[in-house]
């Protein structure tokens, strides 16, 4: 099968969020399945400065918006034997920053033409489109349109949903760049692309199951459940995988000491012990991590109503890697200064840091409000480091709590976005560590067992695919 993956982030080229990672593992499992894939994803200034010389060009086309014409040009490279496509425009894409420019719906929509511009010039017409979030999700309507014309241009699509939130929304007189007009891109009197996708997409997933059934209640929907439910027959919940030759503390080379299911107990320890002296944390504590994007998607309110209280007691260390909206970069700022021996903040995406983060660290924090998938638990599990969360999305699917009478559980877990909840379950973990150390370790071995493996996602994915092209959905 010929696959073209959309995407407008693809790791280690661009990377916000996890898009990037799936947009990295999915097409990597699917080229071992057999598979023909391509990539293809705008050419950030980042992405000219750091792999511009290994890029060739390999065309270049005319987009036309509305009155707006603006040059489309085409690179490509080689990674993981994949052929990645690059859309470059000096007026759109040579931004340090990716997303919130008032210019995001021209940028993103001129994207979206473009791809089916790379498509004639490359001579790709693939026999399905995988498009991914807001930043795609045109690409099944001028598909529709163009097909009209040209047959060739006649292909299913899948939208994937990494994040509702974000959708694409801008005022109305944004129509006038696509040239034809409908309804079915227009919501809460706006232009909406992620709307746009999930009215005209083949089919639909989003990256867990739990998450798929979450989404058609008013509360995840984010205003767009009425829509999704009017397509809730051709929506998939397929989970996330991970990459675990990346995510390997076996092998390993950016943390302080390598290890695995065998010898973890004393691998974990020179680890902690380790990060512990580097940052002058205090020693014999238990170590809790944050990594990730800081947005109120990722709970961080409820460890501000709360983590003060285990540091005045000097119950815990901590250690959070990260960057995002501004009062949360503050807030872990300022709990660095009031507790300098408790608390290491790194400010960044600091690759290295994270996984010394995971290496050394005995509980992972993710309380989040919604998570369609999450990654960073995987990754915790796979370093040993036991994921307290919040049972949503994916994180429900992927944390299985604490049993204490079966001894069974990767994990710690509570229901409700309420910080007593949070105390409590943190709480629980503590005594857990202090008291039943041999059950904590056994929680360990469990959650290092657990493999979230990238094929059998991409076996789901393959299947739904040919469900989508036999037209069997
Ligand atoms: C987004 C979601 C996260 C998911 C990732 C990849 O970042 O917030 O839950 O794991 O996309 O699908």
Same mark, same amino acid.
């Given at each position: 099968?010929?696959?073209?993956?959309?995407?407008?982030?693809?790791?280690?080229?661009?990377?916000?969020?996890?898009?990037?990672?799936?947009?990295?593992?999915?097409?990597?499992?699917?080229?071992?399945?057999?598979?023909?894939?391509?990539?293809?994803?705008?050419?950030?200034?980042?992405?000219?400065?750091?792999?511009?010389?290994?890029?060739?060009?390999?065309?270049?086309?005319?987009?036309?918006?509305?009155?707006?014409?603006?040059?489309?040009? #085409?690179?490509?490279?080689?990674?993981?034997?994949?052929?990645?496509?690059?859309?470059?425009?000096?007026?759109?894409?040579?931004?340090?920053? #990716?997303?919130?420019?008032?210019?995001?719906?021209?940028?993103?929509?001129?994207?979206?033409?473009?791809?089916?511009?790379?498509?004639?010039?490359?001579?790709?017409?693939?026999?399905?489109?995988?498009?991914?979030?807001?930043?795609?999700?045109?690409?099944?309507?001028?598909?529709?349109?163009?097909?009209?014309?040209?047959?060739?241009?006649?292909?299913?699509?899948?939208?994937?949903?990494?994040?509702?939130?974000?959708?694409?929304?801008?005022?109305?007189?944004?129509?006038?760049?696509?040239?034809?007009?409908?309804?079915?891109?227009?919501?809460?009197?706006?232009?909406?692309?992620?709307?746009?996708?999930?009215?005209?997409?083949?089919?639909?997933?989003?990256?867990?199951?739990?998450?798929?059934?979450?989404?058609?209640?008013?509360?995840?929907?984010?205003?767009?459940?009425?829509?999704?439910?009017?397509?809730?027959?051709?929506?998939?919940?397929?989970?996330?995988?991970?990459?675990?030759?990346?995510?390997?503390?076996?092998?390993?080379?950016?943390?302080?000491?390598?290890?695995?299911?065998?010898?973890?107990?004393?691998?974990?320890?020179?680890?902690?012990?380790?990060?512990?002296?580097?940052?002058?944390?205090?020693?014999?504590?238990?170590?809790?991590?944050?990594?990730?994007?800081?947005?109120?998607?990722?709970?961080?309110?409820?460890?501000?109503?709360?983590?003060?209280?285990?540091?005045?007691?000097?119950?815990?260390?901590?250690?959070?890697?990260?960057?995002?909206?501004?009062?949360?970069?503050?807030?872990?700022?300022?709990?660095?200064?009031? #507790?300098?021996?408790?608390?290491?903040?790194?400010?960044?995406?600091?690759?290295?840091?994270?996984?010394?983060?995971?290496?050394?660290?005995?509980?992972?924090?993710?309380?989040?409000?919604?998570?369609?998938?999450?990654?960073?638990?995987?990754?915790?599990?796979?370093?040993?480091?036991?994921?307290?969360?919040?049972?949503?999305?994916?994180?429900?699917?992927?944390?299985?709590?604490?049993?204490? #009478?079966?001894?069974?559980?990767?994990?710690?877990?509570?229901?409700?976005?309420?910080?007593?909840?949070?105390?409590?379950?943190?709480?629980?973990?503590?005594?857990?560590?202090?008291?039943?150390?041999?059950?904590?370790?056994?929680?360990?071995?469990?959650?290092?067992?657990?493999?979230?493996?990238?094929?059998?996602?991409?076996?789901?994915?393959?299947?739904?695919?040919?469900?989508?092209?036999?037209?069997?959905?």
């Amino acid at each position: 099968m010929r696959i073209l993956f959309c995407s407008g982030e693809v790791y280690p080229f661009s990377k916000t969020g996890g898009l990037a990672d799936v947009a990295a593992s999915l097409p990597k499992a699917l080229l071992k399945l057999g598979h023909e894939v391509k990539i293809i994803s705008p050419y950030y200034q980042n992405v000219h400065h750091r792999f511009g010389e290994i890029m060739t060009k390999v065309g270049e086309s005319t987009v036309s918006m509305g009155d707006i014409n603006e040059q489309a040009t #085409f690179y490509k490279t080689d990674y993981d034997s994949i052929e990645h496509i690059f859309v470059d425009s000096k007026n759109y894409f040579d931004r340090r920053r #990716f997303y919130g420019h008032v210019d995001d719906a021209e940028r993103f929509t001129f994207f979206n033409f473009a791809i089916l511009e790379a498509m004639d010039k490359l001579d790709f017409f693939p026999d399905i489109i995988h498009i991914n979030d807001w930043q795609t999700s045109l690409v099944p309507y001028f598909l529709d349109e163009k097909s009209r014309l040209d047959s060739r241009y006649n292909i299913k699509t899948l939208l994937s949903i990494h994040n509702l939130e974000k959708q694409g929304a801008y005022p109305i007189e944004i129509e006038k760049l696509f040239n034809a007009k409908n309804y079915t891109y227009i919501h809460l009197n706006q232009v909406n692309f992620l709307k746009c996708g999930i009215m005209r997409a083949s089919a639909i997933n989003t990256v867990s199951e739990t998450y798929r059934n979450e989404i058609l209640t008013r509360f995840y929907g984010f205003t767009l459940d009425g829509a999704l439910k009017a397509r809730q027959y051709q929506l998939f919940g397929i989970l996330n995988g991970l990459d675990s030759d990346v995510y390997n503390p076996r092998t390993d080379k950016l943390i302080y000491q390598s290890y695995d299911e065998t010898n973890f107990e004393i691998g974990k320890k020179i680890n902690k012990e380790s990060l512990v002296s580097e940052y002058s944390l205090m020693p014999d504590k238990p170590l809790l991590a944050f990594v990730g994007r800081f947005a109120r998607q990722k709970g961080i309110n409820l460890m501000m109503d709360s983590i003060d209280q285990f540091l005045i007691e000097e119950r815990i260390n901590l250690i959070v890697v990260g960057e995002g909206e501004q009062e949360y970069e503050t807030y872990f700022e300022e709990l660095q200064e009031k #507790f300098p021996n408790s608390v290491c903040y790194q400010h960044g995406f600091d690759q290295q840091l994270s996984l010394r983060a995971y290496a050394a660290s005995d509980l992972f924090l993710m309380p989040s409000l919604f998570e369609p998938c999450g990654l960073n638990q995987m990754i915790a599990m796979r370093y040993g480091s036991l994921p307290l969360v919040r049972s949503t999305g994916g994180l429900k699917d992927t944390v299985t709590p604490y049993n204490k #009478f079966t001894g069974i559980g990767v994990g710690f877990a509570f229901e409700n976005f309420d910080s007593q909840e949070f105390i409590d379950t943190l709480n629980e973990a503590l005594d857990l560590y202090h008291n039943n150390p041999t059950a904590f370790k056994e929680l360990i071995r469990q959650a290092m067992h657990i493999k979230h493996s990238i094929t059998k996602m991409s076996l789901q994915y393959d299947e739904l695919y040919k469900k989508i092209i036999e037209d069997a959905i």
